[in-house]
């Protein structure tokens, strides 16, 4: 597959690391991803921070609110608004979550999973094209972190996802976090979960830190430096997959911009061995 975004490693653009960043414009970052819902309808210093930044990064779009588990059809105006704000930043494909978020408007700020049935097939497929047929660009979704068994067998997580990104004719977004975070906590091997994915339809990588508890849980947090058994499956998935644009996300507990950029070099070092 072509792409003409550039491959390498990216980095979420968040306010609270934006002064900096702007002031330095480190080299070791290839592109920047935001959330639309941070700049969709809004002015000020959420607009000047992208304007700046734009003129030195390639972006990539990443929603949170539109989960495509959704049982009710978007918001007309918003999908509208959305496909404005992706052309504004030229943004090759958009990507959301495979996930149940909200209804009648209301929403749990959270991403939660949903059963990997032939109806959630198919009101995933619903919702995959009416953002598709408004956006008029590929959309992909992004694979989920859950805490509590959906299957007796935890890979029928990645045979659900197939099948929506085939039924749908769909784009994966693939968060290789969340497949470690799930293999631990649910006991399989997670390189068995990305040996299932058809290399074509991966248009995006998702590395991130999590939490580990006390009694073993992983969290997905995006709030901890990534783990060593993070980059080991990255590097398993680039050389299956080949090379993509892979994002460190940190939302939480953002710590120095030296600190991410030391992130950013170790990434593009595995990013590099696995791909040429």
Known sequence: MAYEFPVGVGLGFRVAMAREFLERRPDEVVFIEVHPENYVGRGGLYRSNLARALERYPALTHGLTLGFGSTERFDPDYLRALRDFVREVDAPWHSDHLCFGGSGGAYVHDL?????????????????????????????????????????????????????????????????????VNSRNFGFDPRAWIDLVPPERVVQMHVAGHLVRHDGLRIDTHGEPVPDGVYELLDYTLRRIGPRPVLLERDNDIPTLDELLAEVRRLTDVFRTATT
């Open 112 to 180: 939660l999973p949903i059963p990997f049935t032939e109806e959630s097939v198919r009101t995933a497929v619903a919702r995959l094209t009416e953002m598709r047929d408004v956006l008029d660009r590929p959309v992909a979704f992004e694979n989920l972190s859950y805490y509590v068994p959906l299957s007796e067998d935890p890979l029928d997580e990645a045979r659900f996802c197939m099948e929506v990104l085939e039924r749908a004719d769909a784009r994966l977004m693939l968060d290789v976090n969340n497949v470690y």
